[in-house]
T-cell receptor, first 111, second 117 residues
Framework: RKEVEQDPGPFNVPEGATVAFNCTYS??????FFWYRQDCRKEPKLLMS???SGNEDGRFTAQLNRASQYISLLIRDSKLSDSATYLC????????????FGKGTKLSVIP | GAVVSQHPSRVICKSGTSVKIECRSL??????MFWYRQFPKQSLMLMAT?????????EQGVEKDKFLINHASLTLSTLTVTSAHPEDSSFYIC?????????????FGAGTRLSVL
């Protein structure tokens, strides 16, 4: 079974804190990886793609370790608006269109 | 980014009725659309992949006769939940792929929350 595992949290952190989320995937044929954020009762929205070389987008840094089948997301200087559930996603299949979602890690940033 | 419109956002219906959900790509042509379902505190689960002009491909365990998918144009896919029962109550989300961008990014609709009484 193709699975993506995440710590469900919740992570409760103060504003300005740095927080890290981890994720593992079981399908070694997965080709692409993403982090999405999902606000309560809303649709998921793409946060960033994840590359083996690591990539950064402002306060967000994502890392991929294919050998360990491990993905991470680091959020620096947390804002109240970062409060959401973060979904780890692995894509596989022809064209990498088959997305497998983790259950998500809930983050609450506290004033 | 590309916009995907999903309608309705909320449906409450009686057991036994059928419910149709529409998913439209507003500013691009979506040859492929996906239908997901999410139960509370669970991950999004792919139900089916919908390709324009052909039959949908259903994931294991998803009844094709219960969840009818029609993708008759490049901008519209519909999911009909036939003879809905309370266990079908869930959050249904569609996504669309813009192949013209040559990226495997899926753009999601806002979702439809279905409650079957």
């Amino acid at each position: 079974r193709k699975e993506v595992e995440q710590d469900p949290g919740p992570f409760n952190v103060p504003e300005g804190a740095t927080v890290a989320f981890n994720c593992t995937y079981s399908n070694s044929a997965s080709q692409s990886f993403f982090w999405y954020r999902q606000d309560c009762r809303k649709e998921p929205k793409l946060l960033m793609s994840v590359y083996s070389s690591g990539n950064e987008d402002g306060r967000f840094t994502a890392q991929l370790n294919r050998a360990s089948q491990y993905i991470s997301l680091l959020i620096r200087d947390s804002k109240l608006s970062d409060s959401a559930t973060y979904l780890c996603v692995a894509a596989s299949g022809a064209g990498s269109y088959q997305l497998t979602f983790g259950k998500g890690t809930k983050l609450s940033v506290i004033p | 980014g590309a916009v995907v419109s999903q309608h309705p956002s909320r449906v409450i219906c009686k057991s036994g009725t059928s419910v149709k959900i529409e998913c439209r790509s507003l500013d691009f042509q979506a040859t492929t659309m996906f239908w997901y379902r999410q139960f509370p505190k669970q991950s999004l689960m792919l139900m089916a992949t919908s390709n324009e002009g052909s039959k949908a491909t259903y994931e294991q365990g998803v009844e094709k006769d219960k969840f009818l998918i029609n993708h008759a144009s490049l901008t519209l896919s519909t999911l009909t939940v036939t003879s809905a029962h309370p266990e079908d109550s869930s959050f249904y989300i569609c996504s669309a792929l813009d192949r013209a961008l040559a990226k495997n990014i899926q753009y999601f609709g806002a979702g439809t929350r279905l409650s079957v009484l």
